[in-house]
């Protein structure tokens, strides 16, 4: 609001002339200066007069108001009382010019009065004191009334621009570690198989077995859960018939995808069971067996027991029993199951028999580890301590070597199945069988080296090799993964599907799915063609709808590497074979069947814990199981939210009902504060493809706060491997996070999968260098471009090939940005480490190839370095671990100690590579080692820091919290 150039009040209380020009304000100015020089000589003539009389008179005061002059009233506490030259008879003392005070007040008083008349009668008001008779009250109140509609609208505007209150910052119960420890977190999965076209066998909730129709939705009880029950278990498989259920119970894990299991048939109609016993008469019933299959067709068994295959007829008549197999001996002969390396590294199953679909012929493989080496170590725990795991196949020494054979079970004749002429002679893997018809069969061979793949069919009844298929790694610059040699035949043998990489323009090479014709002649020299193109993963296939002429396929997308989908595409005939009305509906495009699920209602079989499914509903990691007609599909949605089961139909992929939404977990977790994840690319020199990055933030984290939090980097990074998805899961580092407000980091860099094979072949023959680099570099930038980071508490952790790149890491990082490292079960010497695993990587360890590569990624060689680094080193293994041997940290033990680098380590007596049986120790451990590395963690956010300011723990506190704390 503008002022008066005069009087400085705003012009709306101004009592200014408006239409004064320069002259008159002059003119003005020079008449108020007139007025000051009259008011200072009649102040001079008043202060005479009293210092003459101490009492005026009344011819004083008339005396003095003849005089006529003007005189202007001023308040003795105003600037303006003083005149503008200081005059002689202001510096007497003032009881010289006052005898008595009131009386003189009350001269000076009237003399006032008396001259504010005569300036009134003038005009000469602008330079008078108003009274408050004079104030312009209607000014003053539509001013005031403007500051209170100003004051009320910056009042609104605040109102409107303040958040709402979000309540308590942490909203829930903290992630406990007893939690994480017993799986209180842990999902139900879907557990069911498909019987028929449209039936679907699968647990209920009672733990028994039902049978639901999904074309009419109507279920049925199969079996109850009494013998369940009686047996204490809860897994079961059915036989193709329907009439017997085979039920493992008292089940010790051997190693990670083996057990030793005694067995329980179970007769579905009168629901008595039986214990298998295959061992001799004097023997005790029902010792563990390490196999036990159906057959393809009625109600027939295999096992396999001490490493010799058993073949059943009749599953209810014991008598029915014949011994196939007679050599197996324990620790070198295996029979229709793996060896320890066959099952860690190539089939990731311990099965090595198939039986035809007819189920009168059996193929099976046998192992001999006669010329592996022995490598013996103890198990502790007991008063005689046992020798585990005899056998080493460390690289470039003797592998195991496989044979395969064909049973004719009518008559138990036998054929050696020899491998094609290309593998036959030298070092190679049986990588995969599968049953083409009832006569033919087809396997999947790999060199030694595994950058070479071939498939060979066989044939009755001679059933010798015909090759196929062949694949090449491009300029031998990578390698084959045996999980990714899946393939579909056609009904009739004559088709068939597989997955192999194609260079996409520009963006390198990505597996796709491929479509071939094996009925040729010489059908190697076929040329397959692409169905699928761009720069996605195609990573199973899972069906081939001949009558719709239509594929089904699991692939992630691209730019979204964590991601897995179902879709569908058609195959080569589906233009030649359109005329049918029901391929004229269908697209021979490619389709994603789980991107966007259809509006609709999803109710479990008993009419509760309904679902919504829509088109903004997320569910972006699928596995799916198809029904054998292709009608249904189960949908296993495994995140990002809590998993869930539903059956969706097909073709029109309509959701048709819910089978499990673990409704009891996600009220859990509603309750729960749990970490907020944050997912995002960061830039990588050397390569146009981008690390994939996810941050687990604290519960309570707001990142415009000034608030910083320790920084955990949990790195893994093994080839191919795949850390950060879209896949739902919960473990210790969301403890971290929620309960110790840590910041964690999961990040895959070069090597890891899913991202092009340029991308993961780009760490060939120098296994942790790339990524190695990688992680500092994405470390870098995150301490360089994230507020709420402490950078002066920052630690790596990592198991298994994880430890391997947390100890180079430690090495590597010169800047010394990392000031804890921990690592669990790590590879410090890769010339120890499995063979068939390392040398897909690295080649042999031989001086005419890639002895160099091994010894730069040695760790146990750079101790040296350890000396050079502030990162403190905490060291842990299992005494008994199958995976990594404990020779692998005892031998950078030995070094660090030459080079009297000083460290902490844990020794697991008896633990294998999981550490299963010492978890709380183990984690409670690394919780304790980061406090004491890292100093005090604050917890910014307890009542403690929030109301006095006690942020920091006391060392008892720490004490109390990983020791005393009810987890």
Request: charged share 25%; aromatic share 10%; hydrophobic share 35%.
């Amino acid at each position: 609001m503008e002022t008066c150039p005069r009087c400085r009040q705003f012009k709306i209380m101004c009592m200014c002339s408006s239409g004064d020009d320069e002259k008159t304000e002059r003119e003005r100015q020079k008449k108020h200066l007139h007025q000051l020089e009259q008011l200072k000589h009649q102040q001079y003539v008043l202060s005479n007069a009293s210092s003459r009389s101490a009492t005026p008179n009344a011819s004083a005061i008339k005396s003095a108001d003849s005089s006529r002059t003007k005189v202007k009233p001023l308040h003795e506490d105003s600037p303006s009382a003083h005149p503008t030259k200081s005059d002689p008879s202001d510096e007497k003392p003032r009881s010289s010019e006052v005898k008595s005070p009131n009386k003189v007040s009350l001269n000076q008083h009237l003399q006032k009065q008396q001259i504010n008349a005569k300036l009134l009668q003038n005009g000469e008001v602008e330079l008078v004191a108003a009274t408050p008779n004079q104030r312009n009250w209607k000014g003053i109140a539509i001013a005031l009334l403007v500051i209170g509609l100003v004051i009320a609208l910056v009042a609104l505007a605040v109102v409107i621009v303040t958040p709402p209150n979000p309540g308590p910052r942490i909203k829930g119960e903290r992630v406990t570690l007893d939690l994480i420890i017993k799986d209180q977190f842990k999902p139900r999965h879907y557990n069911g198989t498909w019987v028929s076209k449209s039936e679907l066998l699968f647990t209920d909730e009672d733990g028994g077995i039902s049978i639901m129709d999904m074309a009419t939705l109507k279920s049925r009880n199969f079996l109850s859960n009494s013998t369940f029950r009686q047996l204490n278990s809860r897994s079961f498989r059915i036989s193709a018939d329907l009439k017997f259920v085979l039920v493992p119970f008292d089940s010790k894990k051997k190693y990670r995808h083996s057990t030793l299991s005694k067995y329980a048939i179970v007769n579905v109609n009168t629901s008595s069971f039986r214990v298998v016993n295959l061992g001799a008469a004097d023997e005790v019933p029902g010792e563990p067996l390490q196999l036990a299959e159906w057959s393809a067709k009625g109600h027939a068994l295999a096992f396999v027991f001490k490493n010799d295959i058993y073949y059943q007829r009749d599953a209810d008549d014991p008598k029915t029993v014949v011994r196939l197999t007679d050599d197996g001996q324990e620790g070198t002969i295996f029979n229709g199951v793996t060896d320890w390396l066959y099952e860690e590294e190539i089939f990731s199953s311990n099965k090595a028999i198939w039986f035809s679909p007819d189920g009168g012929k059996l193929v099976y493989a046998s192992f001999n580890d006669s010329m592996v080496r022995n490598f013996n170590f103890i198990e502790y725990g007991g008063m005689s301590p046992t020798s585990l795991y005899p056998t080493s196949n460390s690289t470039g020494t003797a592998n195991p070597q496989v044979q395969l054979h064909l049973v004719e079970l009518d008559s138990t004749k036998t054929i050696q199945v020899a491998p094609p002429e290309l593998i036959r002679g030298r070092d190679h893997y049986l990588a995969s069988v599968e049953w083409i018809t009832d006569q033919e069969f087809a396997c999947t061979w790999l060199n030694r080296r595994q950058n070479m793949s071939v498939i060979s069919k066989y044939s009755g009844p001679s059933y010798t090799a015909k090759e196929i298929h062949r694949e090449v790694v491009p300029n031998n610059l990578g390698w084959i993964d045996p999980s990714t040699l899946t393939h579909k035949f056609s009904q009739n043998g004559k088709r068939m599907l597989f997955i192999e990489a194609v260079q996409e323009h520009g963006a390198g090479y990505y597996p796709q799915l491929h479509e071939k014709d094996i009925s040729r002649q010489e059908p190697l020299y076929v040329e397959a063609s692409s169905l699928t193109h761009g720069a996605f993963h195609v990573t199973d296939i899972l069906g081939w709808d001949e009558p719709r002429h239509l594929v089904y396929f699991i692939a992630n997308q691209p730019g979204s590497p964590g991601v897995r989908h179902l879709f569908q595409i058609g195959d080569n005939h589906f233009h030649k074979e359109a005329d049918s009305p029901i391929d004229m509906e269908l697209s021979p495009s490619l389709q994603c069947l789980t991107c966007a699920l259809k509006n609709n209602s999803l109710y479990t079989h008993n009419d509760s814990n309904p679902l919504e499914l829509n088109a903004n509903f997320s569910c972006d990691f699928t596995k799916v199981d198809l029904s054998p007609e292709k009608d249904f599909y189960v949908l296993n949605c495994l995140g990002p939210r809590v998993p869930f089961s539903a059956v969706i139909s097909l073709p029109n992929n309509n959701p048709v009902i819910l089978l499990d939404s673990n409704t009891e977990l996600e009220e859990v977790l509603s309750n729960t504060a749990l970490p907020v994840s944050q997912d995002f690319e960061v830039a990588l020199p050397g390569t146009n493809v981008p690390a994939q990055v996810r941050l687990l933030l604290p519960p309570g984290l707001r990142e415009n706060e000034e608030f910083i939090f320790p920084l955990l980097v949990n790195v893994y990074g093994g080839p191919g491997s795949q850390d950060v998805s879209s896949r739902w899961r919960l473990e210790w580092d969301h403890f971290l996070s929620s309960q110790r407000d840590f910041v964690v980091a999961h990040i895959d860099v070069r090597g890891t999968g899913f991202s092009g094979n340029d991308f993961k072949h780009a760490v060939f023959r120098e296994l942790g260098r790339l990524e190695v680099s990688d992680t500092l570099h994405v470390l870098k930038f995150l301490l360089n471009t994230t507020s709420y980071l402490d950078k002066s508490k920052v630690a790596v952790w990592g198991w298994s090939y994880g430890g391997y790149l947390a100890s180079r890491l430690l090495v590597e990082d010169t800047s010394d940005l990392i000031k804890c490292t921990m690592s669990v079960a790590p590879v410090t010497d890769w010339r120890l480490y499995d063979s068939a695993y390392t040398e897909r990587f690295m080649g042999m360890p031989e001086v005419e190839d890639n002895w160099k590569g091994y010894e730069n990624a040695d760790v146990s060689n750079q101790a040296n370095r350890f000396l050079a680094r502030k990162s403190k080193f905490f060291l842990i293994h299992g005494t008994s671990d199958e995976n990594v041997h404990l020779q692998h940290s005892m031998l950078l033990t030995k070094t660090l100690v030459e080079q009297n680098v000083q460290f902490k380590q844990m020794i697991y007596p008896g633990e294998r590579h999981n550490l299963q049986g010492s978890a709380r120790h183990f984690f409670q451990s690394m919780e304790r080692f980061l406090e004491q590395c890292l100093g005090p963690i604050p917890d910014w956010f307890s009542p403690k820091c929030v109301d006095d300011g006690e942020c920091y723990p006391s060392q008892d506190d720490e004490e109390d919290h990983v020791h005393d704390q009810d987890y």
